[in-house]
């Protein structure tokens, strides 16, 4: 979010600071309570980045006191991410991307090994390594890194996809997403796309092995 004054970052960083140490809390728990990590506390503290409007509504609540008390009077405020915010939802993201990915690339050679295999004792060994390994790839994304996701975009008001896409190209969360083919047919139905992906795969393989 950006601030109008250039005073405002350190202002408002000392006052989450204050108000965390009055609390007798450390960056790190609060941290948690807000959904981002330690280092982004601290550069808030510190005044190299300042908080979005949703990470400022959150600190607000923990703190027990309104946002307005919080960044100070006559600060304008503009609803748009920090470039930090943007890092930390994209690292997010490909987290949860290459887990997703290796899952289903793994599923997929288990597969194509049944297929093409001759059933033989290595054969099977082999399918059931690559069994084990998307289920290992399916555990670490439904347990950690879904769940960090869900959290951070919970924590922004980040209801949908689009909502992730604007976010990422840091636009104002009051304006409308651009009405182009990515965001009305891509974005929104990427679970449909990505479905259809991997059943035209499924599908090229059986059609190759017949």
Request: proline share 4%; net charge neutral.
């Amino acid at each position: 979010m950006e601030i109008g004054q250039p005073s405002a970052p350190h202002a408002i960083g000392a006052r989450i600071r204050a108000r965390r140490e009055a609390m007798g809390l450390s960056q790190a728990e609060l941290a948690r309570r807000v959904y981002v990590s330690r280092q982004t506390v601290g550069n808030w503290e510190a005044g190299r980045t300042l908080a979005d409007v949703q990470s400022l509504v959150l600190l607000a609540s923990v703190f027990g006191v309104s946002v307005d008390e919080l960044v100070g009077e006559g600060v304008a405020r503009v609803a748009r991410p920090s470039a930090e915010d943007r890092h930390e939802l994209v690292q997010l993201l490909a987290g949860a991307g290459m887990l997703l990915g290796a899952a289903l690339l793994l599923v997929f050679a288990a597969h194509l090994v049944s297929l093409l295999g001759p059933g033989d004792v290595a054969t099977n060994a082999l399918r059931a390594a690559l069994d084990v390994a998307a289920l290992a790839c399916a555990g670490a994304l439904f347990l950690r890194a879904l769940p960090s996701l869900r959290a951070f975009t919970q924590g922004r008001g980040l209801a949908d996809a689009v909502a992730v896409a604007a976010y990422l190209e840091g636009r104002d969360a009051s304006e409308p997403p651009p009405s182009d083919f990515l965001f009305r047919w891509l974005i929104p139905y990427w679970k449909l796309w990505l479905v259809a992906l991997v059943a035209a795969a499924f599908a090229a393989v059986g059609l190759l092995v017949a």
